[in-house]
């Protein structure tokens, strides 16, 4: 599949924005699927993660309780919508696939990852 990640930009701490998730070859629904982020000079870092049939999700530590994803197999479009964000979410955001659960949190097994969004938040 081929993801495209949109709805960057840049915010002030508090606001909220949602990221979306497509693909424009495949379909969505027949893989689990993740978020990322890498800030600038850092790794690549687990975000938060949907199982196929959008009924599991997993969240990083840090975005728990301010992050929800989502998913709509009909429209094969995966969200992030990020509340109350920080300074320290700024980063650029991928969305990826990967076929089997239980290493949603484990970036070296995804097989499909698409180009990033840049979230910028001010302080």
């Known amino acids: 599949v081929q993801l495209q990640a949109s709805g960057g930009g840049l915010v002030q701490a508090g606001d909220s924005l949602r990221l979306s998730c497509a693909t424009s070859e495949g379909t969505l629904s027949n893989w689990n699927m993740g978020w990322f982020r890498q800030a600038p000079g850092k790794g690549r870092w687990f975000v938060a993660a949907?199982?196929?049939?959008?009924?599991?999700?997993i969240y990083s530590d840090s975005v728990q309780g301010r992050f929800t994803v989502s998913r709509d197999n009909g429209k094969n479009m995966v969200y992030l919508q990020m509340n109350s964000l920080k300074p320290e979410d700024t980063a650029t955001y991928f969305c990826a696939a990967v076929p089997v659960w239980r290493y949603a949190k484990v970036s070296s097994k995804y097989q499909h990852w698409g180009q990033g969004a840049l979230v910028t938040v001010s302080s």
């Open positions: 949907i199982d196929d049939g959008g009924v599991l999700t």
